[in-house]
């Protein structure tokens, strides 16, 4: 007798059917359920810079030291070859009792008498000067008085720190304000233009006055 064997066979396929897909989903619901390793996280330090040292540079911020004694450290009835020294200056080739120096912002002028008196020769004046083009809506530079005033200052600030101050007039445009004198020793005089309010120079001095050119 044949035997028919074909309906167990499908009913086996059909039972290892949903074998197969209940284990592909245990498979992939342990895949699922498995642990993710965390990305690691890279912890950078960063150390900010030092903020560096201040360089020490030059500065032309005035300092006071113009009085009728004298100018920084050079005082009236020095030796003037000694105070040239000191200064760093440098005698002008044609007028010998002159000498200068530039600085930060402005130039160091000392004079001598043209014909001394006595020997050793002295200063009998230091100015401390500059272009007033260049001092144009700028500060003061260099040394200045006790109340401030230096080269680059305006004559309305001059006048209000000494109201007593004496105009005194030179050739042409030029002007001088005194304001400080001790007998004995010198004056201080603010240079100016007439018609300008900006002081170019600050000179100590036994003279008079200033002297309009002291090498022409």
């Not at 074998?19 to 498995?34: D, I, R, W």
């Not at 760093?88 to 130039?107: F, R, V």
């Not at 500059?130 to 001092?135: D, F, I, K, V, Y």
Request: hydrophobic share 40%; proline share 10%; net charge negative.
């Amino acid at each position: 007798m044949d035997i028919d064997t074909t309906r167990p066979r499908a009913r086996s396929a059909r039972i290892l059917t949903p074998l197969f897909g209940m284990a592909a989903t245990a498979a992939l619901l342990a895949g699922c359920a498995a642990p993710v390793s965390p990305t690691p996280t890279v912890t950078q330090t960063v150390t900010a810079p030092a903020d560096p040292t201040p360089s020490a540079s030059p500065s032309a911020s005035p300092t006071v030291g113009a009085t009728a004694s004298g100018i920084g450290d050079v005082e009236l009835g020095t030796p003037y070859d000694e105070a040239v020294a000191m200064a760093g200056a440098t005698p002008a080739e044609a007028c010998p009792w002159l000498a200068s120096a530039e600085a930060d912002g402005y130039t160091l002028t000392l004079q001598r008498p043209e014909i001394p008196e006595q020997d050793p020769a002295v200063v009998d004046l230091v100015q401390v000067s500059a272009s007033p083009a260049e001092l144009e809506g700028g500060p003061a530079v260099g040394p200045v008085t006790a109340g401030g005033i230096g080269v680059g200052s305006r004559m309305d600030e001059a006048l209000a720190v000494y109201p007593d101050a004496v105009e005194i007039e030179s050739v042409g445009d030029r002007r001088y304000l005194a304001i400080e004198s001790e007998t004995g020793t010198g004056s201080v005089f603010l240079t100016y233009t007439a018609g300008s309010d900006i002081i170019w120079a600050v000179t100590a001095t036994t003279l008079e006055k200033p002297p309009y050119e002291s090498c022409g």
